[in-house]
């Protein structure tokens, strides 16, 4: 059932924002150089890696790794690109990552090819079972401001307790903190 609304719903608002994207790309093309998409390698379930689609928000000489371990990430991030990761914009490519199946709408987000301890925390609770998610119960209690362990936590909470009933409170809840840009940094 969760692979049917996956697929069904993305391409629903594939479909919908099909204008909203491309419009997107242009601004990305016109603003800075380099490509619109970013190709980010990501862990996926079974820790298997995976392509994920983003809106390329940052300079493209940017170091591979996660944005809170670059020394200053506001001077690597373009200014587009400061509005898509605010309004989280640049995640809407992820779309085609759920309709190929490397992700679902909820479960863990994906983590960066290096993030070596959240891979190895995820791992031993079992958490690397899971497809990823462009949402999850870790993104909607904190985001950016969780710290890998206590990501690991709810991670392991959704692994434990994950249902339809949960995954629609989640989205439900998404909503509003993407409306509030709740718990984005950079």
């Not at 391409?11 to 150089?33: E, F, G, P």
């Not at 991030?77 to 490397?102: A, C, H, M, W, Y």
């Not at 031993?124 to 999850?136: A, D, I, M, N, S």
Request: proline share 4%; glycine share 6%.
């Amino acid at each position: 059932m969760k692979r049917i609304f996956d697929i069904t719903m993305s391409l629903v608002l594939l479909a919908a924002l099909a204008v909203l994207m491309l419009v997107i790309a242009a601004i990305v093309r016109l603003t800075s150089r380099g490509p619109a998409l970013y190709l980010s390698d990501r862990v996926g379930r079974d820790n298997v890696i995976f392509k994920m689609f983003k809106f390329r928000t940052m300079r493209t000489d940017t170091p591979a790794v996660a944005t809170h371990l670059l020394d200053r990430p506001d001077a690597y991030v373009t200014d587009i690109g400061k509005f898509l990761r605010r309004t989280s914009l640049d995640e809407l490519p992820q779309l085609l990552n759920i309709l190929k199946g490397d992700m679902s709408f909820v479960g863990p987000r994906p983590a960066l090819f290096n993030q070596y301890d959240l891979i190895e925390l995820r791992t031993g609770k079992g958490v690397h079972t899971l497809v990823t998610g462009l949402t999850g119960w870790a993104q909607i209690n904190g985001r950016d401001d969780l710290s890998i362990p206590v990501k690991v936590e709810f991670d392991e909470y959704y692994l434990k307790n994950r249902s339809f009933l949960l995954d629609m409170k989640i989205l439900w809840r998404t909503v509003f903190k993407v409306a509030q840009s709740e718990g984005v940094r950079h």
